[in-house]
């Protein structure tokens, strides 16, 4: 794979650089929106479920951001790369290139935007009283596992949508229900224990509450948890792996 990378290289750099400037064609404020969109969202959460959700929460502005941030995140990188390899059908039925950078061109164009999404949250945590301790460190766990499970997402829904189209309608309605199964603006401790167990079972849940125990809560999570996670990323990165390779010759009749 690593020589196919070098193989290719000036092309797939050339796909980032264009994904990158297509995003913020004709915009006013350009890069400047990769910021400002994530803070007006945290903004319109903030005002509509703070009077119901987060009287008595503590630090509960930063509570949000961390959902809406890994959130975001997650769906922005889904969201692209389930069209990443129909849209670049016009390249690949003419130029034997690998198929998958298109979709790592995506995430990687997504992860330059939760990055710097990230330095406005740090930001915000100083200004929310946040204290910043060695335990930090541990977020580049879930940033890595996020990173690969959205590639993962991406083969297996970029993989679908060639050939079935319906799939881009299915997963708005998806994501839509997945936001708020993620606990982003609510907490899970009024809920059964059963019922607490059951979110272990979303993904994006499982990144947002690792980000929620080091930067509010001051924990590192338990060892079970590093694996689940791990487990789930493996899972997802492996069932799209698998699609690419066996459906590789099929996406040609198909776009």
């Excluded at 996020?146 to 829904?157: D, K, P, S, T």
């Excluded at 309608?169 to 899970?188: D, E, G, N």
């Excluded at 694996?227 to 069932?239: I, K, N, S």
């Amino acid at each position: 794979m690593l020589e196919k990378y070098k193989k290719h290289q000036f092309l797939f750099e050339e796909l980032v650089k264009r994904d990158f400037k297509k995003k913020y064609k004709r915009t006013v404020l350009g890069m400047g929106w990769s910021i400002l969109s994530p803070l007006a969202m945290l903004l319109v959460m903030r005002l509509v479920f703070t009077h119901f959700f987060g009287r008595t929460m503590l630090h509960y502005t930063t509570y949000l951001f961390c959902g809406n941030l890994v959130f975001a995140y997650f769906n922005e990188s889904a969201t692209q790369g389930m069209t990443s390899l129909l849209g670049n059908a016009a390249i690949f039925t003419k130029v034997n290139v690998p198929k998958y950078l298109f979709l790592l061109s995506k995430n990687c164009q997504t992860l330059i935007n939760f990055g710097l999404t990230l330095v406005v949250f740090f930001i915000f945590c100083l200004i929310d009283h946040i204290t910043f301790t060695w335990k930090f460190i541990f977020l580049l766990y879930p940033v890595a596992l996020l990173m690969l499970f959205n590639i993962g997402m991406g083969l297996v829904l970029s993989a679908l949508f060639v050939f079935f189209r319906d799939i881009q309608y299915l997963w708005s309605i998806f994501s839509q229900l997945l936001m708020y199964m993620s606990a982003i603006f609510y907490s899970i401790d009024s809920f059964s224990t059963t019922a607490q167990y059951a979110f272990l079972i979303n993904p994006v849940y499982l990144f947002i509450r690792y980000f929620r125990k080091i930067v509010i809560e001051d924990t590192v999570p338990t060892v079970t948890f590093h694996l689940l996670m791990a487990f789930d990323v493996a899972a997802v990165l492996l069932l799209g792996c698998w699609m690419y390779r066996k459906y590789n010759t099929e996406f040609l009749y198909y776009v």
